[in-house]
């Protein structure tokens, strides 16, 4: 089975992608799909890690600093190409939990693909980010919006859709209603229901 998690910031889309892929013995692939982009592209991982789900810049990277490579590219480009082929091939096993990185579009039409987005009203968020972080509430909502400006304009640059939309997704949660562990109860209990 294949899992897709898309995620407000603060949400707990991480935790709950980690928490399900623990139930359902499976791998689950977040900063994993940065590792794998690394391994298999020109690209370091810190160069990765600056462009993960980043809003699109016309910004171009002289040549020069990746020695050996013809001509000029966009560095956005090139690296969101690196992280979908990370997907791809992570996804070679058909099992796993994939978390962001359009991975809902990038593994769209496999039947046993499951698209889940877990969203969460706004103050739920901040004060999630608050604790965790230690922020001030100005700083966390700043942060938030900002994480999820980035992720919003990434998704819609690469899939042509909106990030949030519930019709891009086979299942929305609202984690402040459920928490975590409701959040994984009800996916599984919704990948139940497909088997039937």
């Known amino acids: 089975m294949l899992i897709t998690i898309g995620r407000e910031h603060g949400s707990g889309g991480h935790d709950i992608a980690r928490m399900l892929a623990e139930r359902l013995d499976i791998p689950c692939y977040d900063k994993e799909i940065v590792d794998e982009a690394a391994a298999k592209s020109p690209f370091s991982k810190e160069i990765l890690d600056n462009y993960d789900e980043k809003r699109v810049s016309a910004f171009f990277m002289p040549v020069s600093h990746f020695g050996g490579m013809d001509g000029g590219f966009q ?9 979908f082929d990370a997907v ?9 939990v994939f978390v962001g990185r359009c991975a809902d579009y990038v593994l ?24 965790r972080k230690r922020l001030s509430e100005d700083q966390a909502k700043k942060l938030i919006r900002d994480v999820d400006k980035d992720r919003a304009s990434y998704y819609r640059y690469y899939t042509d859709q909106v990030w949030s939309e519930s019709g891009n997704y086979d ?11 409701g959040a994984v109860e009800v996916i599984l209990a919704y990948l139940n229901a497909m088997k039937k």
């Open 88 to 96: 791809r091939s992570l996804a070679q096993n058909n099992k796993g």
């Open 108 to 131: 769209r039409g496999r039947p046993e693909l499951l698209r889940v987005f877990i969203e969460a009203p706004l103050s739920f968020r901040i004060r999630t980010i608050m604790d």
């Open 75 to 83: 560095l956005n480009m090139q690296v969101a190409s690196a992280q």
């Open 171 to 181: 299942l929305v949660i609202d984690s402040s209603r459920v928490g975590p562990e």
